[in-house]
């Protein structure tokens, strides 16, 4: 909607009434005349047109050049690597975009220790020299516990790169989980290493989707290391604030189910992701399947307002991250984090594989067009992504929601439309519907919980603090 020069989008909730200046993230309430004159487009009144120049004075409700500039250019003091211990899975997942380590084509699929430690040493004195923390991402391209020398030996390797460069190291291991036992997760804890469990919900529900590579349900192994971790109090709080990694798909009957499953065994975080591939797969969202996710997220939206309503904000805190699909949008809107760059694949993240290659990000491992150069050469990595924003796609510099979206995964764009500037639509229309349930959710929430929004952004800064 645009008046006098200034975009924006009106909401309304519980008998009170917004403007979202979405170039800032900001939500403005306002009484429910100069809404309705709004709406119908109407001229304002003179009683409003203070506040109309108070929006025009201080920049609101317009794009900023020199912000986006400063968005574009933004630097990070944390970078981002992964590699697979092994292409290779034991489960055999019916969405998995690495189809079980299948994507990557080479003969050599095991890490090997040499390459392990040249990665590292290249990552440390070369790629990312300039970065104060380096976050190694046990997370794609096959089951890190196949391989589980190989992460006890990084761990050992980041140590001496630590030493010698005055870094800092976070790791994150992201298992199917049916291969720990006792003696890694006691390594886990003693490491400081953070854990994510791949996990689909209940029984049922995961049993379907997460099979065996030979077949058979996999929950009740992973639901008995879920509850190990929960119940040894000799863990580091790290490993016991496990996160849940959960695809969601045209065939997930209820988020909000699967939430209160994780609640009750004891899991606090959890990050939803919705399924993307070719419109032909059934599991994914596609314009077919749209309408299904529509329901899955508006259902958790309304759940979300009633246990707010009655002032429990646990399972929205459980959702409340960076890597959730809904609860990141959450989170920018209330912390203003804007964004113009969909990741920082090939900026501050790489992905390599098991013969020293690498890549901007895990998804496009195996896609030669994408391949940037490998750890045994001594060119400069060439990164296809470099110039990547919002910007370079038509669809997306024209959308209102561009710097809280900031793009549809390249991966995907290259996927479903085959060119990385051109977004899926289906990912567009959901993701401005969810857009519009986060502005809708924090009206909701300052209209009947106001002290609720305090609590949630005091939450969400002392996260920021601790992940910083």
Not at 72 to 97: G, M, Q, W
Not at 212 to 224: P, Q
Not at 294 to 314: P, S
Not at 351 to 374: H, I, L, Q, R, W
Request: aromatic share 12%; hydrophobic share 35%.
């Amino acid at each position: 909607m645009k008046y006098n020069g200034l975009e924006f989008k009106l909401y309304s909730s519980d008998d009170k009434y917004y403007l979202f200046d979405y170039f800032n993230l900001l939500l403005i309430e306002i009484d429910q005349e100069l809404y309705q004159i709004l709406i119908d487009s109407k001229r304002v009144p003179e009683k409003y047109e203070t506040f109309i120049k108070l929006l025009i004075d201080n920049g609101m409700c317009q794009d900023n050049m020199e912000i986006f500039q400063i968005l574009n250019e933004r630097k990070y003091d944390v970078a981002n690597i992964s590699f697979p211990t092994s292409h290779s899975c034991n489960l055999a997942c019916k969405y998995c975009f690495a189809h079980g380590g299948a994507n990557y084509n080479s003969e050599n699929r095991t890490m090997e220790l040499p390459i392990m430690r040249k990665i590292l040493e290249r990552t440390y004195l070369d790629y990312f020299s300039e970065f104060e923390t380096i976050k190694l991402d046990f997370v794609s391209g096959g089951e890190p516990l196949i391989n589980f020398k190989i992460i006890k030996a990084a761990y050992e390797v980041c140590n001496e790169l630590n030493i010698i460069t005055g870094k800092k190291t976070e790791i994150f291991v992201c298992t199917n989980a049916t291969l720990l036992n006792e003696n890694i997760l006691e390594f886990f804890s003693k490491a400081n290493i953070k854990l994510g469990i791949s996990i689909d919900g209940p029984k049922d529900v995961h049993d379907y989707t997460r099979p065996y590579l030979i077949g058979g349900g996999t929950y009740t192994d992973v639901r008995k290391w879920i509850d190990w971790i929960v119940n040894t109090k000799e863990l580091s709080n790290k490993i016991k604030d496990l996160l849940a990694l959960t695809v969601v798909t045209s065939e997930t009957r209820s988020i909000v189910d699967i939430l209160k499953h994780y609640d009750e065994i004891g899991i606090k975080n959890v990050q939803f992701k919705v399924c993307r591939g070719m419109a032909e797969d059934s599991w994914t969202l596609s314009s077919k399947s749209v309408n299904k996710f529509f329901k899955l997220y508006d259902e958790l939206n309304m759940f979300l307002k009633e246990e707010i309503k009655k002032n429990n904000l646990k399972y929205l805190f459980m959702i409340l991250n960076d890597n959730d699909y809904f609860g990141k949008i959450i989170r920018r809107i209330i912390l203003r984090d804007r964004s113009v760059r969909r990741c920082q694949s090939g900026q501050n993240k790489l992905a390599f594989t098991a013969n020293g290659d690498v890549y901007p990000c895990d998804s496009f491992v195996g896609k030669e067009a994408y391949k940037m150069g490998s750890i045994f050469s001594n060119d400069s990595l060439k990164n296809p992504l470099e110039k990547m924003n919002f910007s370079c796609s038509d669809q997306c510099s024209q959308c209102w929601a561009r710097y809280i979206c900031s793009g549809d995964c390249y991966y995907d764009s290259m996927l479903i439309t085959g060119n990385i500037c051109v977004p899926d639509e289906s990912f567009c229309i959901l993701n401005r519907r969810l857009i519009d349930n986060a502005i809708n959710l924090l009206g909701y929430i300052n209209s009947n919980n106001p002290e609720a929004l305090e609590e949630v952004e005091r939450f969400l800064r002392i996260r920021e603090q601790m992940f910083a």
